[in-house]
C-alpha cells in the first residue's frame, strides 16, 4: 500500500519449560528468553511501530521479591529503546561482575527481566493520540500473586459501550471507556472470583498462607475466559500473564486475528505471525499450528499446555487484508498467495493494454507488493510463452535457429521504476511546500519507459489514494507513457473495518467517493438520503437485529463503472497520460486466498453483529460531517 495504514499490533508470549540454569548450559547464556523475545518482536515490526511493551513474570520468587516486571516505549524507535533500557542492568553486571551472569539463581533474585514467562505487544494506535498508558502490557496488580494479570493482545471491541455499562452494573468505576480497560477489569474481575471460590471453599481446610498454593493450583482458567468473553464483539487475540506463572491466548470466535503456537519441551512460544516462529526457533512449517478458533491456548505453571474452547466456534472469516498487506510475505502459505493475487488479475491487465505486451512496461510500488508483483510477471510469462510456442509451431519443420532464437527472446518488460525515499520533513508549514515534499516521496528510474509504452504499475491495494494523486502519478508521468496503469491486487475496499485496522472512516475510502460521485452525477442522490434514514433507523435497534444498509450506495454501479470514476477522482489534472485503475476481483481474492475468507472491506459481509453497526454509524457520520471513528 504506498499510503500509510496504521493498522495491526504483534503480539509474542514465551514459557520457558526448563530452568534458567539448562539455557545457560546449553545455549551459554542465562538470558536465552529475553533474547528470543527480543527476535519475536523485531521479526515483527512491521506490525507495530507507535509503542511496544514487555511483560515478565518469575515462578515461584520468595515473598518480598519482585516478580513481575513490565517496561514500555513509545521512543521514535521503541523497540531498540525498550531493549536498551532492559538490558541496561545485564549490561552493568557485564562490565563490574562479570562472573555474577554465569550465576543463574542469583541473576533470577536480584534482576528484572529474568523470570520464565515473557509477554511482548507491538502497537499500532487505531486512533486518538500514542501515550505510554496506551501501550500494552496493561498490568491489573494485587498482593496476591493469583490475582495479578498482565494483558496484551492484538483487537478491537465493536460494543465497547455495552462491555462499559457491564462494569458499571457489577459495581466497578473504570477509569476510562476503553477497550482495552473493559477486557482488562472483565478478566480480572472473573478472576477475583475464581480465587475467591477457592478461598471459601477452602478455608476450613488449610491455613490462609496454603490456600494461596491451593487457589495457584486449582483456578480453572478456561471456566474465566468463558464468563469474561461471553458478550465480546469483535476481533481479537487476547494474551495473559497471572503473577503466579498461568498464561493464555485467546482468539476470537470468527479467527479474524492470527495467532501461531509452537511448543517443544524447552519452550512454548505463540506470535501473531508464523515465519517469526520459524526463524527464532529453527523450526520447520509444519510444527507451527494455529490456535483454533473461539479457543485458547493455556499454559499452566507447572508446564501443562492446553487448548480449550471458550466461545462457540463460528464461520471462519480470518482476515484476508492480513494477508495482502499486513503480514509478512515470508510465510509458506502468504508468499503463494500474494503469487496468486498477481497471476489472477493479469487477464485485466492484459486487456487494458489491448494485448500489447511488446509495448509495456511492469512494476510495482514499493514494498509490499513486490510478491503479487512476481505474480503479475509470471502470468505475463505464461501469455507470452502460449504465443511463442504458437509461432514456433507455425514456422514448421524448416524453422532456422535465428528465427527460433528471437521468438523465445520474447519477454516481459519488467522494470524497477518506482522508489521510495526515507520520510521527507519539512519545518515550512505552507500547504504549497508540504504538498511539492509530499509530491516527491517517490522517485522513478529514467530511461527505461518510451512514449509508445503502457507503464502498469502494481499496489498491493488502494484504499485512500491520496498518494497516487499527490505522489506517485505525478511522478510517473514525467516519464511520458502511453498510458499508466495502477493495477490493485486486492479488490475495492467499500467498508470500515472495526477489528482492528484504522480503516472506519466511510469517506475516507476513494471507493466510496466516487460511489457517491456517481450518484450525484446520475441524479441519484435520493438514495444517499434513503440510506441515511435507514441508517438511523438502524440506530434504535440492538446491533444483533441490524443490516449493514450502506450496501445500498453502491447497488446501481458495476465494479467496472466504479473503478473508471475513481480513475477520474484520482488523475491529477495537470498530467498528461491517460490514468486507468484496475482492481482484483472478490472471486480472484477468495480463490488466491482461500482459507482467509474474511472479505468484510471489500463484500460489507461482517462475520459479527457489531460491523453492520460500525458501518452504519459510520455513515451517519459521514453525512453528519462528524470526522471520528464510529466505535
Known sequence: MSELIKHECGIALLRLLKPLDFYKKKYGTALYGLNKMYLLMEKQHNRGQDGVGIANVKLDVDPGQRYISRKRSIATNPLQDLFKHVNRRFVELERNNPQKLNDCKWMKKNLPFTGELFLGHLRYGTFGENTIEQCHPFLRQNNWKTRNLAL????????????????????????????TVTILEK????????????????????????????????????????????????????????GHGDAFV?????????????????????????????????TEFNKIKEIKRGHALVIKKDGTIYEKQISKPQKRSACSFERIYFSRGNDKQIYNERIQLGIKIFPKVLSSIDNDVKNTVFSYIPNTA????????????????EIKTKKILALGAKASEEEISE????????????????KL?????????????????????????????????????????????????????RLNPKKIIIVSSAPQIRYPDCYGIDMAKMGDFIAFQAAISLLKERNQESIIDDVYRQCKQQMTLDKEKMINCVREIY?????????????????????????????QSIEDLHDSCPNNTGD?????NYPTPGGNKVVNKSFINYIEGKNKRAY
Not at 457491564?166 to 468505576?173: F, K, R
Not at 513486490?370 to 510463452?385: A, P, R, T, W
Not at 468484510?600 to 460489507?604: A, H, K, R, S
Request: aromatic share 10%.
Open 555 to 583: 447497488k446501481p454501479f458495476s465494479t467496472d463503472e466504479i473503478s473508471h470514476e475513481i480513475s477520474k477522482l484520482l488523475t491529477p489534472k495537470e498530467i498528461n497520460s491517460p490514468v486507468e485503475i484496475i482492481y
Open 600 to 604: 468484510w472491506y471489500f463484500t460489507g
Open 407 to 422: 521468438i523465445i527472446k520474447i519477454s516481459p518488460r519488467a522494470e524497477k521504476i518506482a522508489i521510495k525515499d526515507a
Open 152 to 179: 496484551a493482545g492484538n483487537f478491537n471491541m465493536t460494543n465497547v459501550d455495552e462491555l462499559f455499562q457491564q462494569l458499571v452494573d457489577i459495581g466497578q468505576h473504570p477509569k476510562e471507556k476503553a477497550d
Open 187 to 242: 478478566i480480572g474481575h472473573f478472576l477475583d472470583e475464581a480465587n475467591d471460590k477457592i478461598y471459601y471453599d477452602n478455608k476450613n481446610k488449610y491455613s490462609k498462607k496454603q490456600i494461596t498454593r491451593v487457589i495457584e493450583d486449582s483456578l480453572d482458567i478456561q471456566d474465566i475466559l468463558i464468563q469474561s468473553a461471553k458478550h465480546w464483539d469483535g476481533g481479537y487475540v487476547i494474551c495473559g500473564l497471572l
Open 370 to 385: 513486490e510478491v503479487s508483483y512476481f505474480g503479475l510477471i509470471k502470468g505475463c510469462q505464461s501469455y507470452l510463452n
Open 250 to 282: 485467546l482468539r476470537d470466535p470468527h479467527a479474524i486475528r492470527p495467532a501461531f503456537y509452537y511448543k517443544d519441551n524447552e519452550v512454548a512460544v505463540i506470535a501473531s505471525e508464523r515465519p517469526v516462529i520459524q526463524t527464532a526457533f529453527g
Open 425 to 477: 520533513r519539512t519545518f515550512i508549514t505552507s500547504d504549497e511546500s508540504r504538498d511539492d515534499l509530499v509530491a516527491h516521496v517517490y522517485d522513478i528510474t529514467y530511461g527505461k519507459v518510451k512514449s509508445t509504452d503502457n507503464l502498469v504499475m502494481i499496489d498491493d491495494s488502494i484504499v485512500r489514494g491520496t498518494t497516487l494523486k499527490q505522489s506517485i502519478l505525478r511522478i510517473l508521468d
